[in-house]
């Protein structure tokens, strides 16, 4: 289901007092936060189509230093579009140039880039253990494919000097718990800044839900399904705050890796990331 482009979000506050109900109203809460749209994917098109090659490029290959046990790929059998306004990647259990699993991991570098403002997915998640989705960012000038050693080779700043926004990721196994996270100098790999969030009466792999951020000068708030849940500020990160600058979108699954552990016996392949469609939109 696509959603309004326009978010208006109102703040009011209510006072109930013992004899009756009192309204009381400050400027400065009251006031329309509204959001422009500026960019958007809804992934619209044919059944097996590859996405919009002007929004979205590939990362091929096995790099990026986590412990990864896929191969990543630029094929419809990885990524495409199901014909019903949604993007599919598909992590396979199969032999593919060396790998026992192939997936896909999808970005907008090069194509566009984006600094500060609302972002959003609304995404199904796959399901079992050693399935890692995401939707995060990397700062422009990181590089997009890294050493096993988690160096950039081409880009200016190396990671996490260049900052890595991670909007949501989780772990197959844990259906009900999501995170959000940055990454910077000095609190990166296995200690970024994280929240958690918990979801209740529901679950991220059988229904789909909005994940988002709001992304200011000097914090960034995290959103589920359009509540806040938490946020960071250059006030909680022990080293430099490198979050103002141009990000490109990176939407992938990967299997294995430090953060999910393996796939193991109860791990169901295929496991299918479903994408409704993402957005991004600036503060009017």
């Known amino acids: 289901m696509k959603e309004n482009i326009l978010y208006t979000f109102r703040i009011s506050c209510s006072l109930i007092l013992f004899l009756g109900l009192w309204a009381c109203s400050d400027s ?36 990026w230093g ?20 949604n993007l599919s990647i598909i992590a396979r259990q199969e032999n593919y140039l060396g790998a026992n699993y192939n997936s896909a991991r ?19 998640m796959p399901f079992g ?46 259906q009900t718990k999501m995170h959000g996270s940055i990454h910077g100098p000095g609190y990166s790999g296995g200690s970024p800044i994280t929240r958690t969030y918990s979801i209740t009466n529901s679950r991220f792999d059988t229904e789909y839900h909005v994940f988002s951020i709001e992304w200011k000068e000097n914090n ?28 490109y979108l990176i939407l992938n699954v990967a299997v294995g890796g430090f953060f999910a552990g393996n796939p193991n016996s ?12 993402v957005r991004v939109y600036k503060a009017e």
Not at 71 to 82: A, F, G
């Open 28 to 63: 400065s809460d009251n006031e329309d936060m509204q959001w422009e749209l500026v960019w958007e994917d809804d992934f619209e098109g044919p059944q097996g189509q590859s996405p919009d090659a002007s929004n979205w490029g590939y990362n091929v290959g096995t790099a």
């Open 66 to 85: 986590n412990n990864q046990l896929e191969y990543t790929t630029d094929r419809p059998e990885n990524v495409s579009l199901d014909g019903e306004g």
């Open 106 to 124: 999808i970005t907008t570098q090069g194509k566009f880039e984006t600094k500060y403002g609302r972002i959003e997915a609304r995404i199904k």
């Open 129 to 174: 253990a050693g399935i890692w989705p995401a939707f995060w960012m990397l700062g422009t000038e990181c590089d997009p494919i890294l050493n096993n050693d988690g160096s950039c080779c081409n880009g200016t700043d190396d990671w996490p000097d260049c900052g890595e926004i991670d909007i949501v990721e989780l772990r197959g196994q844990e």
């Open 220 to 247: 960034i708030d995290f959103f589920v399904d359009g509540k806040k849940y938490q946020g960071i500020s250059s006030d909680d990160v022990p080293g430099e705050w490198v979050f103002n600058d141009d990000f």
């Open 266 to 277: 109860s791990t169901v392949f295929p496991q299918t990331m479903s994408v409704d469609y």
